[in-house]
C-alpha cells in the first residue's frame, strides 16, 4: 500500500490509482445547481455580516521593530537574510526569534476576490464555534497537530506523509509565522495531507445534532461540494523536492519569462496534456482523445515518465518551458491536481476538464473569462471545438490566457498565498472556543534547525523560501463574506456561460 501510495503521488500531477473517481461524470449542472440550492438553504440561518475585517486590532500597535531586517524599496527581503547554515544550525528556537514587538506598515490593498471562500469554508462552525472536541476528533486522519503559541510553532506528529508533503506544509507555515511576526494568533489544528476530503457534510447537517458533535475541523489540499474539509495551500508553493518542481515564487518568475519567449501567436495551435494517466479513469479516457492516423481532436497529449525525467535531470518537464501551445488542458488526477497553476500561469487558454474537487484559489475563476470549459463526458468532441474556436477568435483566445495568467501572477503571488494562509487561520483562531495548549508528545520548531538538518533538492527548496524575517506590510483586507445573492448570482451566471458554450459545441456538431 505505501509503495502504491507512493507512486501514486510521486505524480499528483502525475500519477496513478487504481481507485476510480466515483461520480466523476455529475453533470457540471446538476452540481451547480445542487449547490445553489444547498447555498439558499443554508443562508437562512447564517450570519452574514459579523465577520470582521481582520487585523484591526494589530493596527494601532505603537511598538518598534526589534530586529531589523534590510529591505529593498519594495519591502523583499535582502540577501544576507538568507539561510545561514554556519551560525545557526545549532540553535534552539527560543532565541532565535523575538515574538512580539513588530510594527508592520499599513497595508492599502483589499485581498482578491478568492479569499472570500475562506468564510465559506469555515461557515460550517460559525453558529456554535469550534471545540476542542471537535479538533480532538479530526486527529482520526490527521497527518500532524500544529499549534500556534505566542508566536512559536509546535508540531505533534501522528503518521508520516506521502514524499515530505508534511515537511513541507509545516515549513511553509512556520514561514508565514515568521513573516508576520507577532500577529498569527494562538491555535491549535489538524492537518491530513491525503489527496482527498474526507470530512462528509451530510453526517453533519442536522442542525441540533450539530450542536453536539459538530464536523471537525481537518485543514488539506483541497475539497469538494460534498465535505467540510477546510483548503489550505499545498505543499508545492514551498517545493516539490521528489520531483524538483521549486518553490513558487521562482517558477512563477520562470513562467514570465517563459510567457515572453512564445508569443500566442507563434504556438502550436492544438492542445496540450502531459501528465500520468495511471491515476484516474478520466485521465485515461482523456487520452483517447490523441492524435491518430484515424483523427485529429485538436490534441496533443504525453505521458509524462517521471522516472526517466529523474535519471535525465528533469529537464524536460520544467514547467515553464511547457507554454508552447495555444492550449494547454487541465485534468484532475485522483484528486485537484497541483498542476493547475502552472497551466492556468500560461498566457494560454486553458481548456478545464470540469472538476469535482477545488483547491483555495479555483473557485474566483470564470469560464470565458478564465478559460474555456471541457465536458468530462465528451472530451474530444469539447476539445476539438474549443481549440478550433479558439484558433477561429485569436483575439478573445488571447484575452482569456492572459487574463488567466494575470490572475496567477498578481492575485496568486506568494505575498498572496501568505496573506490568505494568514487570514484563514486568524478566522479559524477566533471561532476557538478553548486555549490552545501545547500538548505533551509536541515539539517546537524552528526553521534554521529544520533546513540545516536536511541535504539536497529539500535543503535547497527551504532556504530559496526561507522568510528571514517580518514583511514591512501588513496582509492585504480581508474582503467581506458573499452576500447570499451574490453568491447566487454567481454560480447561475457560470452556469450560464457552461450552458452557452454547450449550446456552440452542440450547434458545431450538427453541422460536422
Ligand atoms: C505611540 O507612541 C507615541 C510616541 O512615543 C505616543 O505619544 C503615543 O501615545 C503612542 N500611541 C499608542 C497608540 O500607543
Ligand atoms: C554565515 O554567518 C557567518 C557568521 O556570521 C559568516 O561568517 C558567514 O559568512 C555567513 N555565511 C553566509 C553564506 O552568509
Ligand atoms: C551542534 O550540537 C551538537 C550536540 O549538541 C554538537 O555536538 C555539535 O558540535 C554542534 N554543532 C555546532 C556547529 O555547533
Ligand atoms: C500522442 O500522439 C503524439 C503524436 O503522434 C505522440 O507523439 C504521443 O506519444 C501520443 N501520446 C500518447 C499518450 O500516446
Ligand atoms: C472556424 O472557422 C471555420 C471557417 O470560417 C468554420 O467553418 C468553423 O465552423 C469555425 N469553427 C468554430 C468552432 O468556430
Ligand atoms: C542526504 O542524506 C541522506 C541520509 O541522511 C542520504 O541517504 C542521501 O544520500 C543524502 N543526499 C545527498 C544529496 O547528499
Request: aromatic share 12%; hydrophobic share 35%.
Given at each position: 500500500m505505501q509503495t502504491f501510495l507512493q507512486q501514486r503521488s510521486k505524480t499528483q500531477f502525475i500519477a496513478g490509482t487504481l481507485l476510480k473517481k466515483g461520480?466523476?461524470?455529475?453533470?457540471a449542472y446538476t452540481s451547480i445547481l445542487l449547490l445553489l440550492i444547498f447555498f439558499s438553504a443554508s443562508?437562512?440561518?447564517?450570519?452574514?455580516?459579523?465577520?470582521?475585517?481582520?487585523?484591526s486590532k494589530h493596527k494601532s500597535t505603537n511598538k518598534t521593530i526589534v530586529a531589523p531586517i534590510s529591505r529593498n524599496h519594495n519591502g523583499k527581503r535582502l540577501?544576507?537574510?538568507?539561510?545561514?547554515?554556519?551560525?545557526?544550525?545549532?540553535?534552539?528556537c527560543s532565541t532565535r526569534y523575538?515574538?512580539?514587538s513588530t510594527t508592520f506598515e499599513k497595508n492599502d490593498e483589499t485581498c482578491?476576490?478568492?479569499?472570500?471562500w475562506i468564510h465559506e469554508d469555515l461557515r460550517a462552525w460559525k453558529a456554535t464555534g469550534i471545540t476542542r472536541d471537535m479538533v480532538e476528533r479530526a486527529?482520526?486522519?490527521?497527518?500532524f497537530r500544529l499549534i500556534v503559541k505566542k508566536g512559536k510553532v509546535y508540531v505533534e506528529k501522528y503518521r508520516k506523509s506521502i514524499q515530505t508533503r508534511d515537511i513541507f506544509t509545516i515549513w511553509g507555515i512556520m514561514q508565514l509565522v515568521k513573516k508576520y511576526e507577532g500577529m498569527v494568533p494562538d491555535l491549535e489544528l489538524m492537518f491530513d495531507c491525503d489527496d482527498r476530503p474526507v470530512v462528509l457534510a451530510s453526517d453533519y447537517n442536522d442542525h441540533d445534532r450539530n450542536k453536539i458533535t459538530g464536523p471537525p475541523p481537518l485543514f488539506r489540499y483541497c475539497g469538494d461540494r460534498w465535505t467540510h474539509d477546510i483548503v489550505f495551500p499545498d505543499w508545492s508553493f514551498w517545493g516539490w523536492a521528489e520531483i524538483n518542481i521549486r518553490p513558487w515564487e521562482y517558477v512563477l518568475n520562470d513562467i514570465k519569462e517563459g510567457n515572453k519567449r512564445i508569443k500566442w501567436k507563434d504556438r502550436e495551435p492544438f492542445a496540450y496534456w502531459k501528465g500520468?494517466?495511471?491515476?484516474d479513469e478520466t485521465r485515461k479516457d482523456l487520452l483517447k482523445c490523441n492524435v491518430s492516423d484515424a483523427h485529429d481532436w485538436n490534441a496533443r497529449l504525453f505521458v509524462q515518465d517521471w522516472e526517466k525525467e529523474s535519471e535525465q535531470g528533469y529537464k524536460n518537464s520544467n514547467?515553464?518551458?511547457?507554454?508552447?501551445?495555444r492550449h494547454k488542458i487541465y485534468i484532475e488526477g485522483y484528486?485537484?491536481?497541483?498542476s493547475e497553476k502552472y497551466i492556468l500561469g500560461c498566457d494560454s487558454v486553458t481548456l478545464l476538464v470540469t472538476p469535482r474537487f477545488h483547491d483555495f484559489?479555483?473557485?474566483s475563476l470564470q469560464p470565458l473569462q478564465h478559460y474555456w470549459p471541457i465536458k468530462d463526458s465528451d472530451k474530444c468532441h469539447s476539445i476539438q471545438h474549443a481549440v478550433e474556436w479558439g484558433n477561429n477568435h485569436t483575439q478573445k483566445a488571447q484575452e482569456i490566457g492572459r487574463a488567466a495568467s494575470k490572475f496567477i501572477q498578481e492575485d496568486l503571488n506568494m505575498d498572496h498565498v501568505y496573506d490568505y494562509m494568514f487570514h484563514l487561520l486568524n478566522e479559524y483562531a477566533k471561532l476557538l472556543k478553548f486555549e490552545p495548549t501545547v500538548p505533551e508528545g509536541a515539539v517546537e520548531l524552528c526553521s534554521e534547525a529544520m533546513a540545516c538538518t536536511r541535504n539536497g533538492t529539500e535543503k535547497k527548496f527551504m532556504s530559496e523560501s526561507f522568510v528571514g524575517g517580518p514583511s514591512i506590510k501588513a496582509p492585504c483586507s480581508l474582503p467581506h463574506p458573499f452576500e447570499p445573492n451574490t453568491l447566487r448570482l454567481f454560480y447561475a451566471n457560470k452556469l450560464n456561460v457552461i450552458k452557452r458554450i454547450e449550446k456552440w459545441e452542440d450547434e458545431y456538431w450538427s453541422q460536422n
Open positions: 461520480p466523476a461524470h455529475f453533470a443562508t437562512v440561518c447564517s450570519i452574514w455580516a459579523t465577520l470582521s475585517t481582520a487585523d540577501l544576507q537574510n538568507t539561510l545561514n547554515c554556519t551560525t545557526t544550525g545549532n540553535q534552539t523575538p515574538t512580539t482578491p476576490e478568492y479569499f472570500r486527529s482520526t486522519t490527521a497527518h500520468n494517466p495511471a491515476v514547467v515553464a518551458n511547457q507554454c508552447t501551445y484528486a485537484w491536481s497541483v484559489f479555483i473557485r
